[in-house]
């Protein structure tokens, strides 16, 4: 099993839609997680860190669930310009804090 | 202020070659990590430096290494290049200290293997 796991898809959905993502990490002690959005052939970009409340950025919403070990990503009402690769990144714990564990990435493209 | 700035930001190297790759973290930010992203794949861990210690390593042969400057830049070296050495290579500047573990990504050095 991957240490941190996600759905490649593709994720295709017409502007407008609500779409949702999963991550699940493999260590109960991971300390801290994030969302990273990448666009094609550029370095990814910090989105979202994920709080054990819950987290909101405008159309954006967090979520981690620690029982089932794994964290979400909610987007609501789609737009083009949402089009991108979204990594979800875990901090499994030990003593290197800079370390994120990165998933494969879930490819996202909102047609019109 | 200037993000995390890289160089080159593209080059090409045959197998058997070594490459340096270079790297300023944001100002202010003690803490470097590369990465390396193949197609298709999430980043993966190479190396963390604070303070110009290794604070660790990931699950590279030893033909990679790296270190860092009094003033918090960093190279990685990369020796005996493969053709599977071919990637993006990020760094990124860590921000604060505890497990926050916050990265910011530079723009990547594109290296391929021929």
């Known amino acids: 099993r991957k240490e941190v796991e996600q759905d490649p898809g593709p994720f295709n959905v017409p502007e407008g839609a609500t779409v949702a993502f999963n991550c699940t990490y493999s260590n109960s002690a991971s300390q801290s997680f994030f969302w990273y959005r990448q666009d094609c052939r550029k370095e990814p970009k910090l989105l979202m860190s994920v709080y054990s409340s819950g987290n909101e950025d405008g159309r954006f919403t967090a979520q981690l669930n620690r029982a089932s070990q794994y964290i979400s990503l909610l987007i609501r009402d789609s737009k083009l310009s949402d089009s991108a690769t979204y990594l979800c990144?875990?901090?499994?714990?030990?003593?290197?804090?800079?370390?994120?564990?990165f998933g494969q990435g879930t490819i996202l493209t909102v047609h019109p | 202020d200037a993000g995390v700035t890289q160089s080159p930001t593209h080059l090409i190297k045959t197998r058997g070659q070594h490459v340096t790759l270079r790297c300023s973290p944001i100002?202010?930010?003690?803490?470097v990590s590369w990465y390396q992203q193949v197609l298709g794949q999430g980043p993966q861990f190479i190396f963390q430096y604070y303070e110009k210690e290794e604070r660790g390593r990931g699950n590279f042969p030893d033909r990679f290494s790296a270190r860092q400057f009094p003033n918090y830049s960093s190279e990685l070296n990369v020796n005996a290049l493969l053709l599977g050495d071919s990637a993006l290579y990020l760094c990124?500047?860590?921000?604060?200290?505890?497990?926050?573990?916050?990265?910011?990504f530079g723009e990547g050095s594109r290296l391929t293997v021929l």
């Open positions: 990144a875990v901090n499994l714990g030990g003593t290197s804090y800079g370390k994120l564990t």
């Open positions: 100002s202010g930010h003690k803490s």
């Open positions: 990124a500047s860590v921000r604060g200290q505890g497990l926050t573990g916050e990265l910011f």
